[in-house]
């Protein structure tokens, strides 16, 4: 009896053992087998923003192992920040609205889990520095209405926010300043947000000068502008253009000015975004117009000047195998060359320079630099001889083209040049910029010569049948072949002002196109078998 009443004991105690050790709880099942305690408390804070940090709170972070966090079924890296405090970023991809953030050690979930509101903040328009700018924030992933507030920062000079989140004025300058601005739903729910609306330049009046006008002849120049958003509107800010004169709302001041003087006026123009910029020109009108002048040459050294004060002048010199003629922008000097490069100066000119001996291949042409102090000579191939101020900026015996070197043009300033060839391909040297040559196909009769604008930013192709081709800031006047007489011509002559040009035929015949001036019937000319043209005033 008393041996079974022991037994029935023993195993009574065994069964309360079995028990507790079942219902154990995990974290004193792992501190009875030696592991460390890891415990979760509270997340902080439940509202945030996509890449801002969120942080756990418990015990046991530090020891550890397979710590891992997963918000909205996404794993994010988790940083321990001490035993007690994990944290980890709301991913930058992370869609607005609740999500559920669970920590798990060891491969199992560590109880509770938590509630995190994700909200998030349209990107804001671009604007425009000057012009008016309304655009509003717009936060998603809570519960609306939203309220928004500047917290650290400043909104950019002349731009206001509005406690809805509406943008009002317009900003002073371009750029971009970036402010933090807190969003808070109904459920008093936050988080905070850089941001700064991106603000383009406004426009600005790129025209720095105005050409001179002449009393009671035809004016028109093209304002230009750039920056902000086309199109624009042109106007007058202050001050007064002369009479006869208009600016179109295009940019367009043109007429006939009738008052001689200096007019300093302020011109204003406003972009498609309503912002402006303003700046002042001004603008002298002169008596009269510059006088133009166009020199004719034949090949065996008649010389002819032909202008608009006067009549025709001839000039007879000892030159012989005249190709090319040549005319400072004033008139005050003038020479002729020869296909052997010898220099013949005309009147009170002076010698620059020329070829000591026969160069290996004939001159074809030349040009001289608009303050008359230095002109150069092109040979058949191509290669360039530089005299006074004319400085050799290279030539065509390095470069692969087509047809033989017939026409050289000095650009602005004198700095540079262009050589054209028979089939119009056109090389640039020096500073003059590269604007074209002609396409395949598309020329016309070959190639004689090249007159420059008056700006340098463009140039004018002839051919001996009398077409044209304009590049750059050159404007194609005509089609001369219709011409009665003029063909086959022989040069081409660029009028003082830069918008027009003569064509030149071996006759004699001149033809005026664009602002270039008449001199007259052809049969009044004293001078047949032209070979080359230059112009002056």
Same mark, same amino acid.
């Given at each position: 009896?008393?041996?079974?009443?022991?037994?029935?004991?023993?195993?009574?105690?065994?069964?309360?053992?079995?028990?507790?050790?079942?219902? =154990?709880?995990?974290?004193?099942?792992?501190?009875?087998?030696?592991?460390?305690?890891?415990?979760?408390?509270?997340?902080?804070?439940? /509202?945030?923003?996509?890449? /801002? =940090?969120?942080?756990?709170?418990?015990?046991?972070?530090?020891?550890?192992?397979?710590?891992?966090?997963?918000?909205?079924?996404?794993?994010?890296?988790?940083?321990?920040?001490?035993?007690?405090?994990?944290?980890?970023?709301?991913?930058?991809?992370?869609?607005?609205?609740?999500?559920?953030?669970?920590?798990?050690?060891?491969?199992?979930?560590?109880?509770?889990?938590?509630?995190?509101?994700?909200?998030?903040?349209?990107?804001?328009?671009?604007?425009?520095?000057?012009?008016?700018?309304?655009?509003?924030?717009?936060?998603?992933?809570?519960?609306?209405?939203?309220?928004?507030?500047?917290?650290?920062?400043?909104?950019?000079?002349?731009?206001? %926010?509005?406690?809805?989140?509406?943008?009002?004025?317009?900003?002073?300058?371009?750029?971009?300043?970036?402010? $933090?601005?807190?969003?808070?739903?109904?459920?008093? %729910?936050?988080?905070?947000? %850089?941001?700064?609306?991106?603000?383009?330049?406004?426009?600005?009046?790129?025209?720095?000068?105005?050409?001179?006008?002449?009393?009671?002849?035809?004016?028109?120049?093209?304002?230009?502008?750039?920056?902000?958003?086309?199109?624009?509107?042109?106007?007058?800010?202050?001050?007064?253009?002369?009479?006869?004169? #208009?600016?179109?709302?295009?940019?367009?001041?043109?007429?006939?000015?009738?008052?001689?003087?200096?007019?300093?006026?302020?011109?204003?123009?406003?972009?498609?975004?309503?912002?402006?910029?303003?700046?002042?020109?001004?603008?002298?009108?002169?008596?009269?117009?510059?006088?133009?002048?166009?020199?004719?040459?034949?090949?065996?050294?008649?010389?002819?000047?032909?202008?608009?004060?006067?009549?025709?002048?001839?000039? $007879?010199?000892?030159?012989?195998? #005249?190709?090319?003629? +040549?005319?400072?922008?004033?008139?005050?000097?003038?020479? +002729?060359?020869?296909?052997?490069?010898?220099?013949?100066?005309?009147?009170?000119?002076?010698?620059?320079?020329?070829?000591?001996?026969?160069?290996?291949?004939? #001159?074809?042409?030349?040009?001289?630099?608009?303050?008359?102090?230095?002109?150069? =000579?092109?040979?058949?191939?191509?290669?360039?001889?530089?005299?006074?101020?004319?400085?050799?900026?290279?030539? %065509?015996?390095?470069?692969?083209?087509?047809?033989?070197?017939?026409? #050289?043009?000095?650009?602005?300033?004198?700095?540079?040049?262009?050589?054209?060839?028979?089939?119009?391909?056109?090389?640039?040297?020096?500073?003059?910029?590269?604007?074209?040559?002609?396409?395949?196909?598309?020329?016309?009769?070959?190639?004689?010569?090249?007159?420059?604008?008056?700006?340098?930013?463009?140039?004018?192709?002839?051919?001996?049948?009398?077409?044209?081709?304009?590049?750059?800031?050159?404007?194609?006047?005509?089609?001369?072949?219709?011409?009665?007489?003029?063909?086959?011509?022989?040069?081409?002559?660029?009028?003082?002002?830069?918008?027009?040009?003569?064509?030149?035929?071996?006759?004699?015949?001149?033809?005026?196109?664009?602002?270039?001036?008449?001199?007259?019937?052809?049969?009044?000319?004293?001078?047949?078998?032209?070979?080359?043209?230059?112009?002056?005033?």
């Amino acid at each position: 009896m008393v041996g079974g009443k022991a037994q029935r004991g023993h195993s009574r105690a065994l069964l309360v053992a079995v028990a507790a050790l079942v219902f =154990l709880p995990v974290a004193l099942a792992a501190a009875a087998a030696g592991a460390a305690t890891v415990t979760v408390a509270m997340l902080s804070p439940v /509202s945030a923003s996509p890449g /801002s =940090l969120l942080t756990v709170t418990g015990s046991g972070f530090s020891s550890a192992s397979g710590l891992q966090v997963k918000l909205g079924g996404e794993n994010v890296p988790v940083t321990v920040s001490t035993d007690s405090a994990i944290s980890f970023p709301v991913p930058a991809d992370a869609r607005p609205g609740p999500a559920v953030v669970i920590v798990s050690a060891g491969g199992g979930a560590l109880g509770p889990s938590f509630n995190v509101t994700v909200l998030t903040l349209a990107a804001l328009p671009v604007g425009e520095a000057g012009a008016p700018y309304t655009a509003a924030l717009s936060a998603s992933g809570g519960t609306a209405p939203y309220s928004y507030a500047v917290v650290t920062g400043e909104l950019a000079s002349g731009l206001f %926010l509005s406690p809805a989140g509406v943008f009002s004025g317009a900003a002073k300058t371009a750029g971009t300043q970036s402010f $933090t601005v807190t969003v808070t739903d109904a459920n008093h %729910l936050s988080a905070s947000f %850089l941001v700064g609306p991106a603000m383009l330049p406004g426009p600005a009046v790129s025209t720095s000068s105005l050409a001179n006008a002449w009393a009671g002849a035809d004016y028109s120049t093209a304002l230009s502008a750039t920056a902000g958003t086309p199109p624009y509107s042109w106007s007058i800010g202050s001050g007064a253009i002369p009479g006869g004169l #208009i600016l179109t709302s295009s940019g367009v001041l043109g007429g006939r000015p009738g008052g001689v003087g200096q007019y300093s006026v302020v011109v204003r123009v406003t972009d498609a975004l309503g912002s402006s910029a303003t700046r002042k020109l001004t603008l002298a009108v002169a008596v009269e117009p510059p006088q133009a002048a166009l020199l004719l040459a034949t090949t065996d050294g008649v010389a002819e000047t032909l202008s608009t004060a006067a009549g025709p002048a001839v000039t $007879t010199t000892t030159g012989s195998e #005249i190709v090319a003629a +040549l005319a400072s922008f004033d008139g005050q000097r003038a020479w +002729l060359v020869s296909r052997r490069g010898s220099v013949v100066p005309i009147g009170a000119s002076p010698l620059l320079g020329e070829i000591g001996r026969r160069p290996g291949s004939p #001159i074809t042409a030349a040009a001289v630099r608009p303050d008359g102090t230095g002109y150069w =000579l092109v040979t058949r191939t191509g290669r360039v001889y530089g005299f006074g101020s004319a400085r050799d900026e290279g030539s %065509l015996l390095a470069v692969r083209h087509h047809g033989a070197a017939v026409g #050289i043009a000095a650009s602005s300033g004198g700095t540079g040049y262009w050589v054209v060839t028979t089939t119009g391909e056109v090389f640039a040297f020096g500073t003059a910029p590269a604007l074209g040559s002609t396409r395949p196909g598309r020329l016309r009769g070959r190639i004689v010569g090249i007159a420059p604008t008056a700006d340098g930013k463009g140039y004018w192709l002839a051919s001996s049948a009398g077409s044209v081709y304009a590049f750059g800031s050159a404007r194609q006047a005509h089609l001369g072949a219709g011409v009665p007489g003029l063909a086959p011509v022989v040069a081409i002559a660029p009028a003082p002002a830069g918008k027009g040009y003569w064509l030149v035929g071996s006759g004699g015949t001149v033809a005026p196109f664009g602002s270039a001036e008449s001199f007259g019937a052809p049969a009044a000319l004293a001078v047949t078998g032209v070979v080359a043209a230059a112009s002056a005033r």
